[in-house]
């Protein structure tokens, strides 16, 4: 079985600062890792994955995430925030056999950018 | 890219009515599709796993009865929330992945937000 754990419920950051949403997970096998991204009364859109190979993997709207196989973590980072990256951000994870393996959602993580 | 679309964005309805919630994939066949739930401020729960031709995989502590989920075609899932109370009042979320291949992502739909009067 996986889990998924986001440290931090809410994220408050200045607009152009940088920013770090933290994930950590567990799982008895390998996993493909997610970062979705969720704005007000819309459904989920993907940021980035991870499947294997490179441990930095680079997404959409200037995101990147790191895995660390180690730290069992898929942090998600951004060097510059803006105000339009104020949204719900949820890491999961899915066993790779299937595509019909479910995926495991971690609590989410607001981040929130202030001017 | 991979699109699904959900409809309604929107319902409003009496309690006791019954509330039937499509979602499709437009551009790819979907042998499996994922309905979810979310209450405010929290993350995706799970519902059931709907499987085209076959009778859906529900999670622990969903009702089936209470929640019915068709999976007719290889492009298009319904979810009807039968004789709605207000307390299954919240955002419901599909998502979808390409038939056959294990490396896609879930592709989601913008979600339906079901009000029950």
């Known amino acids: 079985a996986q889990s998924v754990t986001q440290l931090d419920s809410q994220v408050p950051v200045f607009e152009e600062a940088p920013v770090e949403l933290r994930c950590n997970y567990s799982s008895s096998v390998s996993v493909y890792l997610f970062w979705y991204v969720q704005y007000p009364n819309q459904g989920l859109q993907l940021l980035l994955k991870?499947?294997?190979?490179?441990?930095l993997v680079k997404g959409i709207n200037g995101f990147e995430a790191e895995f660390n196989k180690s730290q069992t973590s898929f942090h998600l980072r951004k060097p510059s925030v803006h105000i339009s990256d104020t949204a719900e951000y949820f890491c999961?994870?899915?066993?790779?056999?299937?595509?019909?393996?479910?995926?495991?959602f971690g609590s989410g993580t607001r981040l929130s950018i202030r001017p | 890219g991979a699109v699904v679309s959900q409809h309604p964005s929107w319902v409003i309805c009496k309690s006791g009515t019954s509330v039937k919630i499509e979602c499709r994939s437009l551009?790819?066949?979907?042998?499996?599709m994922f309905w979810y739930r979310q209450f405010p401020k929290q993350s995706l729960m799970l519902m059931a796993t709907?499987?085209?031709?076959?009778?859906?995989?529900?999670e622990q502590g969903v009702e089936k009865d209470k929640f019915l989920i068709n999976h007719a075609s290889l492009t298009l899932s319904t979810l009807t929330v039968t004789s709605a109370h207000p307390e299954d009042s919240s955002f419901y979320i599909c998502s979808a992945t390409k038939t056959g291949d294990s490396n896609q992502p879930q592709h989601f739909g913008d979600g339906t937000r079901l009000s029950i009067l």
């Open positions: 999961a994870v899915r066993a790779p056999y299937s595509s019909a393996s479910k995926i495991i």
């Open positions: 991870y499947l294997s190979g490179s441990t």
């Open positions: 709907s499987n085209e031709g076959s009778k859906a995989t529900y």
């Open positions: 551009d790819f066949q979907a042998t499996t």
